[in-house]
T-cell receptor, first 116, second 109 residues
Framework: GAVVSQHPSRVICKSGTSVKIECRSL??????MFWYRQFPKQSLMLMAT?????????EQGVEKDKFLINHASLTLSTLTVTSAHPEDSSFYIC????????????FGPGTRLLVL | GQNIDQPTEMTATEGAIVQINCTYQ??????LFWYQQHAGEAPTFLSY??LDGLEEKGRFSSFLSRSKGYSYLLLKELQMKDSASYLC??????????WGAGTKLIIKP
């Protein structure tokens, strides 16, 4: 149980284009989903927290207009990187949690984004 | 400020035992998590401690002392596939996960 999927697993795009990453909880309803970014050899950095049906809460320094998050259902959240630039190249990982704040977060496999 | 400390890298021998320590200073405490992350992959959940003491799960055990702000992950009968980074994360009073930088564990035959 507690499987989270992400799509795509890898994407290469040109600078200036937008990229959408999907995160799905396959066998449970995720009341909360999280989006992380991880640069090589660094720890996970939380970008935003989203609850189904409400606006995402962004961490300080994360541009909400650049990283659009939609949590339309209890099993799907999307992250759209708008007008991507090479510095946005990173490993983007989502996690999902069922129930309250003390429940475990389960992670998706991650999406590797390369912006040329 | 909030801080999670764990060693950057450790080396151990196949079949041996290794202990990865984590110390933390956070605003409140609502549990401590250990995750395993293989290179190029997302983290996978290993353990959760919220009360003091040792939690054993197969070859892996996790210990917590809240008064000391200290936890360790103990890996027994090491296998080559255990080569990975091990991330310590503490849930603070706002139920936010504060992440350590991870300990890269290298297993040698």
């Amino acid at each position: 149980g507690a499987v989270v999927s992400q799509h795509p697993s890898r994407v290469i795009c040109k600078s200036g284009t937008s990229v959408k990453i999907e995160c799905r909880s396959l066998d449970f309803q995720a009341t909360t989903m999280f989006w992380y970014r991880q640069f090589p050899k660094q720890s996970l950095m939380l970008m935003a927290t989203s609850n189904e049906g409400s606006k995402a809460t962004y961490e300080q320094g994360v541009e909400k207009d650049k990283f659009l998050i939609n949590h339309a259902s209890l099993t799907l959240s999307t992250l759209t990187v708008t007008s991507a630039h090479p510095e946005d190249s990173s490993f983007y990982i989502c996690s999902a949690r069922a129930g309250g704040p003390q429940e475990t977060q389960y992670f998706g496999p991650g999406t590797r984004l390369l912006v040329l | 400020g909030q801080n999670i400390d764990q060693p950057t890298e450790m080396t151990a021998t196949e079949g041996a035992i290794v202990q990865i320590n984590c110390t933390y200073q956070t605003s409140g405490f609502n549990g401590l998590f250990w995750y395993q992350q293989h290179a190029g992959e997302a983290p996978t959940f290993l353990s959760y401690n919220v009360l003091d003491g040792l939690e054993e799960k197969g070859r892996f055990s996790s210990f917590l002392s809240r008064s000391k702000g200290y936890s360790y992950l103990l890996l027994k009968e090491l296998q080559m596939k255990d080569s990975a980074s091990y991330l310590c994360a503490v849930m603070d009073s706002n139920y936010q996960l504060i992440w350590g930088a991870g300990t890269k564990l290298i297993i040698k035959p």
